[in-house]
């Protein structure tokens, strides 16, 4: 029987690499198992990706919503003339269509990018009628997804790989599947494309130079200061300001209470009067009260 690993006291997130061919569910089971406490993961990646996992530790995941409208960043490359079921390199095959030129595919770039309306793919998370479309799709239902609006902000070509393959820098919102992506840009050339390979280099403030390869934390799976060091606080990842309160009753917003304040509208951090971060405070017509408690 495993040794039983000691619980942490300290929450917050780990920035972890994942590698490809790794769920990242199974990074997830780790760091629980790790930690000793419940964990989440902010934005999956497929397992053909490999990159940026922010991991909540603990209470941190509540803190999900706040983080929807994040910018992420991948390196991408896109195979021309096939295609897939599962819009990657990982489904069945199907071959046809040409290959075209660098030129041609910066022609279409403009089309793809902006505030759009994005098919997802059947092979994803996406619920219909109660039932995700991977688990609809591998049963050989026929099924529709509707479009839903995301963001892109930039598709930079990088250059070529293989004979058919090109690679690209794209910079998106959340909720942008990038196989999508090189579906759309494949019937935009009039050809077939897919996604064969797949790094995300940022999720907000989370970058790959700051994040921690999923292979040291395995190596390191019995040391749980060595963790704990690579937990990153809470509140050094929200991009809020601190609520300084000064009315008499200020300590009455812990039992849930309003208390009056001068500052301006807005999400705010709170912390108690220790110094330890506490959760977040809404600010509404000169109100402020607690609407996320983290300890």
């Not at 972890?16 to 000793?36: E, F, R």
């Not at 070529?160 to 090109?166: E, I, L, P, S």
């Not at 897919?194 to 790959?208: D, E, P």
């Amino acid at each position: 029987m495993a040794k039983k690993q000691p619980k942490t006291e300290k929450l917050g997130f780990v920035n972890v690499d994942k590698p490809s061919g790794v769920l990242s569910s199974a990074v997830v089971n780790k760091l629980k198992w790790l930690t000793g406490i419940p964990c989440g993961h902010m934005g999956t990646l497929d397992p053909l990706a490999s990159g940026v996992l922010p991991v909540g530790i603990g209470n941190a995941t509540r803190l999900f919503d706040y983080f929807l409208q994040k910018q992420k960043k991948y390196i991408a490359r896109f195979e021309f003339g096939v295609t897939s079921d599962t819009l990657d390199s990982t489904g069945a095959l199907v071959y046809g269509g040409r290959v075209p030129t660098a030129t041609e595919i910066e022609e279409v770039i403009p089309t793809l990018t902006g505030e759009i309306m994005q098919i997802p793919p059947k092979y994803s998370a996406k619920s219909v009628g109660g039932q995700r479309g991977y688990d609809l799709a591998r049963a050989g239902v026929d099924f529709q997804l509707s479009p839903k609006q995301v963001r892109i902000e930039s598709i930079r070509l990088l250059g070529t790989g293989t004979d058919n393959a090109f690679d690209f820098e794209i910079v998106c919102g959340g909720g942008t599947y990038i196989r999508s992506i090189a579906r759309d840009m494949g019937e935009a050339l009039g050809t077939q494309a897919l996604m064969s390979a797949l790094r995300r280099t940022q999720s907000g403030v989370f970058t790959i130079e700051k994040a921690v390869p999923f292979d040291e934390i395995v190596a390191h799976e019995g040391d749980i200061r060595w963790l704990e060091e690579r937990i990153i606080p809470t509140d050094e990842v929200l991009p809020f300001e601190p609520l300084i309160l000064t009315a008499k009753n200020k300590d009455k917003i812990f039992d849930g209470v309003s208390i009056a304040t001068d500052a301006a509208d807005g999400i705010y951090k709170y912390y108690r009067d220790d110094g330890a971060f506490y959760g977040l405070a809404t600010v509404k017509d000169g109100k402020a009260k607690l609407t996320t408690k983290l300890c």
